[in-house]
């Protein structure tokens, strides 16, 4: 395992549409460990394999380290999403800035486990915050670009 370098800011890369997933072979599962041990060490709650310069369609997301298990998701497709939420948010991409964005208040994805296996997760809040959230990275669109006007935040690390 390794951790990777997580691409930033105005890194072209972040705009770019990843691929999908053939086979979810030895590689893949190679490259899904270094994704959470790059997430954890910088304490985020999601991550896209485009934001470690990967243009492949797979997200880690852990939300509580103490309570969940981190969920792969491998070629996602949001099947559903209803209502809406406004929430705070950040990304390891944009270190240090938040601003308040409107996410679906509940999704239902379809993806492959780290696996291969087909597995459905539906979220609701902060899952649902951040299954939207990293599906968006797969697509080449970033959390900055959707913000309400007015709600950016810098807020400086220790
Ligand atoms: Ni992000």
């Known amino acids: 395992m390794a951790i990777r370098t ?3 800011e105005n890194d072209e890369i972040l705009k770019k549409v990843s691929k999908v997933v053939d086979e979810v072979d030895d590689k893949i599962k190679l490259l899904v460990d270094d994704m959470l041990e790059t997430m954890h060490k910088y304490n985020g709650v999601g991550l896209a394999a485009v ?7 797979i997200v880690v997301i852990h939300l509580d ?9 491998i070629n996602p497709e949001i099947i559903e999403q209803k209502g809406e939420q406004i929430v705070e ?20 994805v379809k993806a492959l486990d780290e696996n291969g296996k087909n597995i459905t997760i539906k979220g609701k809040e902060l899952l649902a915050q951040a299954i939207s959230h990293e599906v968006d990275h797969l697509n080449g ?4 670009d959707k913000i309400i006007p007015g709600t950016l935040e810098y807020v400086p690390q220790e």
């Open 65 to 73: 380290y103490e309570k969940d298990k981190p969920i792969v998701l």
């Open 6 to 8: 997580i691409r930033e």
């Open 141 to 144: 669109e970033v959390f900055i």
């Open 89 to 108: 948010e950040g990304c390891l991409s944009f270190p240090n800035k938040f601003a308040k964005v409107a996410r679906p208040a509940e999704v239902t």
């Open 51 to 57: 934001q470690i310069g990967i243009l492949k369609r």
